[in-house]
């Protein structure tokens, strides 16, 4: 089955530095890759996803760029705000269920 | 829309007793997840659903866990005896079809005591 390994586990940056989440996946049958977001006490929330047939997408101050090949994808988020600190986690699928990684704890200081 | 309905969204309760937690997914989808998160193992997918029928259940964690599925918009879990390991938060989350974006509930934070 899939496999989807997530790093760094903790990530500090200042606000209006960019921050970078790295994702792997071992199922090259997976062709979905959705990254949510959860805030303390609340719920994931889907923020982008992408799929195998494009390698890159963005919304804003995200994207999310996929490499099939080495069957890795990333989030970038630019300009990054205090707002933006949460738990972030990345998932990849097939034709079946969501696997998610372990989640990347980012923290924006003013 | 008013989104997947969880409830409740708290429960404590002593362990020994059947706790059932209740999802409403969003009217219209397919499919159902029940995920369990905790601190030390993360989000955990329990077993999901496509249209109200049990595709894999190799996530639940024992036989004291059961999920049903009655009707297109109410799904259960429960877990019977409960044990203070099951504490945790238990979301419920629904999608058009599996491989479609997923939309979570607010959840249920379970104490077992």
């Known amino acids: 089955g899939e496999n989807v390994e997530q790093h760094p586990s903790t990530l500090s940056v200042q606000e209006g530095d960019s921050a970078v989440i790295k994702c792997t996946y071992s199922?090259?049958?997976?062709?979905?890759f959705p990254w949510y977001k959860q805030e303390l006490g609340k719920r994931p929330q889907l923020i982008i996803d992408?799929?195998?047939?494009?390698g890159e997408k963005k919304d804003q101050r995200i994207a999310v760029t996929l490499n099939k090949t080495a069957k890795h994808f990333s989030l970038h988020i630019t300009e990054t705000q205090p707002e933006d600190s949460a738990v972030y986690f990345c998932?990849?699928?097939?034709?079946?269920?969501?696997?998610f990684g372990t989640g990347t704890r980012l923290l924006v200081s003013p | 829309d008013a989104g997947v309905i969880q409830s409740p969204r708290h429960e404590v309760t002593e362990m020994g007793q059947e706790v059932t937690l209740r999802c409403k997914p969003i009217?219209?989808?397919?499919?159902l997840f029940w995920y369990r998160q905790t601190m030390m193992r993360g989000l955990e997918l329990l077993i999901y659903?496509?249209?109200?029928?049990?595709?894999?259940d190799s996530g639940m964690p024992e036989d004291r866990f059961s999920a049903k599925m009655p009707n297109a918009s109410f799904s259960t879990l429960k877990i019977q005896p409960s044990e203070p390991r099951d504490s945790a938060v238990y979301f419920c989350?629904?999608?058009?079809?599996?491989?479609?974006?997923?939309?979570f509930g607010d959840g249920t934070r379970l104490s077992i005591l």
């Open positions: 199922d090259s049958a997976s062709n979905y």
């Open positions: 992408i799929r195998s047939n494009v």
């Open positions: 989350a629904s999608s058009l079809v599996v491989n479609q974006p997923q939309h």
């Open positions: 998932a990849g699928s097939g034709f079946q269920k969501l696997v």
């Open positions: 659903f496509n249209n109200n029928v049990p595709i894999d």
């Open positions: 009217s219209g989808h397919n499919s």
